[in-house]
């Protein structure tokens, strides 16, 4: 078989599998999460960014030692076939989950606003089936998918003109005029909302040219998180600081601010629109989820794609307690922070181990 067909993904799929797994449905709310921090959040995600710069160094340096390997494999040479596995089972179960996180909060936004008087029945199945037609072409398909979603929605950054004209620059001012303690709170509250670049832990082995998965990477953790700091930026000087903390969804609130005359809800429009990027999102979680599966069962098959999605549409549509559900969502946004620093653990594991073990 040869490289390309072994490593399918070159520099652009990985820049825009990056940046497409961190902009879902966080960033219409990130202005709120940050709320905490006032008018001073405006440019926090530039510190954000350089957060997942620092913790993503480790995340390539790690794969770099196991080129032919994912996450998966890898916890398993280093913590053995047993403990590995169990890891692997956590994290498979906590992505099953933050997909269902993720698919419940745009389909109870899409109820809310535009289906106020249906149930989010049919359009989970009808979304869920797009979904299992995207990845089951592979993480080279979803690549594709998630370069044609970033060109057909980033005309959406148009609809905030209208609220940078009525808006207030002064709010801005003064810059990072908060302590440590608020910081901490508001990186609690708001980093879930640019997570996403951890996924490349498990695509590494696909990347074409590895050497350079660094550098693209970054790229595109920092198209989104200019994206990212254009929503708060603009929130800031629309919203009260009252607005900020209470308008729920707030993003969407700023395309309301629009006039057009062939457009009647302008928001409606974004949330259609949206769906791309939920999709985008939650492709390249189902599929990580799927080769979780694949490797924890030692067998690989489509199969695991429709039990994973299954249990998704159970966790969404089942009339499980609003409170267990957000329990089970809240576990499963840890599991992922824990994510973003297990490699740093991993990789002191490899040092006393490198001998012992073959890469």
Known sequence: MSTHKQRPLNGYHVIFLTQSAMIGTGILTLPQKLSSLGYSQAFVPLLFGLIACLTMWPMIWLNSKYKNDNLFRINEKLLGTWIGKSINII??????IFLAGIISDYMNLIQTTALTEQTITIPVLFFLLLLLYIVSGGIKSIARFCIIT?????????????????GDISHVLPLFNFNGTEFLNALKEGYLSILGYELIMFYYPYIENQKKAF????????ISIILCLITTLVSVMYYSEWQLKNIEFSVLHLFKA???????????FGITLWVFLILSTVAGYLWTAKKGLDSIRSKETKSHDYIITILIFLLIILPISQELLE????????????????PMFLSIIHLLRKKQVQP
């Open 91 to 96: 994290i498979v179960l906590s992505f099953i």
């Open 150 to 166: 970033f060109f057909l929605t980033i005309p959406i950054l148009y609809f905030l003109r209208w609220s940078i004209e009525k």
């Open 215 to 222: 550098k693209h990477a970054l790229i595109g953790v920092w």
């Open 258 to 268: 629009g006039e057009l005359t062939f457009i009647e809800r302008i928001d409606i």
């Open 327 to 342: 329990r089970l969502f809240k576990l499963s946004n840890y599991v992922v922070y824990v994510l973003i620093i297990w």
